[in-house]
């Protein structure tokens, strides 16, 4: 699998703490797409796994041009066998997704999924946010792709805002999968700032909870299952990229900061190599992190304690195994957990604490 990090945004959203640059004037995208060709053609080797998913991420992919996503999609036919290829995602905001560009992205024939950000129906909370677009410009941007073909739609929502969450302006027939995520304080950011000299003040933890459980509740209703703590989908239609990242199938990343994973080892799961590239430099350096077993064992606890499959047995090491069973008794009597055919698998209740449990278990 392959992710392409496209580092531009049109402005920084207040909470935001993912690398992006708010420069999308039109040479910095030309040489930034240039940058990523010559990447794609010298690093083409290193994915030695057939390429089932490609996906472009950010900042905000929608920023590139038609004629500058074609350019990098060339490079990829070029250099990659993209015949196993099953799902191509493009994030977008909505304000990017006008009639004529999301035609232009069906006639390119390459995006068959977009992930469209609309991160609240509320406009004083948009604004709140810094998101430039309207509550009505992301509906209209669902309802256009959908009416140009985009059959496999996701949209991003935010809970954890100062507002009351409902959903009722929004049609979830043209959606196949949801993304609702917790509003998270990120130090550094501009909403850190506004929290922290009182001029934004945030839900508490409790409602923040009921906020997820209504939700939760609403898309099960509206016929998606969850299936990892902030990801919902209709039968069939969960992300296939990130469901390989958990279940730490190795991909290629390209684009600034964009982390790789690889096995070696035989293909062992037990030892994992990290790279990061710092991307650009001339003399090609990056830095690269090899993890034990140890951390590659954290790393599944972190991840498949946030899914709904949740742990199973047999992927722990047998040193561990006996170690979990005693960590894991406080959260089955907190009903949290239960163990279900041979795997740990988290409640709705204990999604919520994926992240505590899995540090509490580490070894
Ligand atoms: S559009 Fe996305 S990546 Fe860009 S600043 Fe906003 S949240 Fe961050």
Request: charged share 25%.
């Given at each position: 699998m392959i992710y392409i990090h496209v580092p531009f945004c049109h402005r920084k959203c207040t909470y935001c703490a993912f690398f992006s640059k708010v420069e999308s004037g039109k040479w910095k995208v030309e040489s930034y797409v240039d940058a990523l060709i010559e990447e794609i053609r010298l690093r083409c080797h290193e994915q030695n796994h057939p390429i089932r998913t490609i996906y472009f991420g950010g900042g905000t992919p929608s920023i590139l041009p038609l004629g500058e996503l074609e350019r990098i999609v060339k490079a990829l036919h070029e250099c990659f066998d993209l015949s196993q290829v099953e799902e191509v995602t493009l994030e977008a905001n909505p304000e990017d997704l006008t009639v004529g560009y999301l035609q232009g992205l069906s006639d390119l024939g390459f995006v068959d999924r977009l992930s469209i950000g609309i991160q609240s129906l509320d406009d004083a909370m948009l604004r709140l946010i810094g998101r430039r677009h309207t509550a009505n410009q992301a509906l209209a941007a669902v309802e256009n792709a959908h009416a140009l073909g985009f059959s496999n739609l996701s949209v991003d929502f935010i809970y954890g805002l100062p507002e009351t969450f409902q959903f009722s302006a929004f049609n979830f027939q043209l959606v196949s999968h949801v993304s609702a995520y917790a509003l998270t304080v990120e130090p550094g950011t501009a909403l850190a700032v506004q929290v922290e000299q009182g001029r934004v003040v945030l839900p508490d933890e409790e409602e923040v909870i009921q906020q997820y459980h209504a939700l939760r509740q609403q898309l099960l209703k509206a016929g998606f299952r969850q299936y990892e703590v902030s990801n919902y989908a209709r039968p069939g239609f969960e992300s296939k990229h990130n469901s390989r990242y958990w279940d730490r199938t190795p991909y290629l990343g390209l684009g600034p900061g964009a982390h790789s994973f690889s096995l070696f080892d035989g293909g062992s799961t037990s030892v994992a190599h990290v790279e990061k590239r710092r991307w650009n430099k001339p003399d090609g350096t990056f830095e690269q992190e090899i993890l034990?077993?140890?951390?590659?064992?954290?790393?599944?606890?972190?991840?498949?304690?946030?899914?709904?499959?949740?742990?199973?047995?047999?992927?722990?090491?047998?040193?561990y195994k006996e170690r979990l069973h005693c960590g894991m008794q406080p959260y089955v009597d907190l009903d949290w957990i239960v163990l279900k055919d041979n795997c740990f698998v988290p409640t709705p209740e204990g999604l919520l604490h994926a992240d505590g449990m899995a540090a509490a278990l580490f070894v």
């Open positions: 034990t077993e140890a951390d590659a064992y954290n790393e599944l606890l972190m991840t498949a304690l946030r899914t709904t499959r949740g742990l199973a047995l047999a992927q722990v090491p047998k040193k």
